[in-house]
């Protein structure tokens, strides 16, 4: 039973920078689709950023395309999300998430991934 323990949300003001951390222990092994979503109290989950194991790709949610770097640490069995030039509308909980999907669709769709962390709060003012 694989879970998901994410760490290094905070406050932080407007423009400042804050990188997330989640433990994923199956990084690396076999293909793997990481993502980092994030929710604010009464709207919908929606992704931010995904890395795909398998080809090492990554993809963004155009609010995230250029501030927030998705990166993953095999040794460390760690998937990070560098967080810049952060706005005060990135305050939300985050979440990483796992997918290990065997056709090869590593989406930023929360309704795909089936492990879930507990969740980091972000708040920016």
């Known amino acids: 039973h694989v879970q998901l323990v994410e760490s290094g949300g905070g406050s932080v003001q407007a423009g400042g920078s804050l990188r997330l951390s989640c433990a994923v222990p199956?990084?690396?092994?076999?293909?793997?689709?990481v993502g980092w979503f994030r929710q604010v109290s009464g709207k919908e989950r929606e992704g931010v950023a995904r890395?795909?194991?398998?080809?090492?790709?990554?993809a963004y949610a155009e609010f995230a395309e250029g501030r927030f770097t998705i990166s993953r640490d095999n040794a460390k069995k760690m998937v990070y999300l560098q967080m810049d030039s952060l706005r005060p509308e990135d305050t939300a909980m985050y979440y990483c998430?796992?997918?290990?999907?065997?056709?090869?669709?590593?989406?930023?769709?929360?309704?795909?991934?089936?492990?879930w962390g507990q969740g980091t709060q972000v708040t920016v003012s």
């Open positions: 890395i795909f194991t398998f080809s090492n790709t990554a």
């Open positions: 199956t990084v690396n092994v076999g293909a793997n689709c």
């Open positions: 998430a796992l997918r290990q999907p065997a056709d090869g669709i590593c989406t930023l769709a929360p309704s795909q991934y089936y492990v």
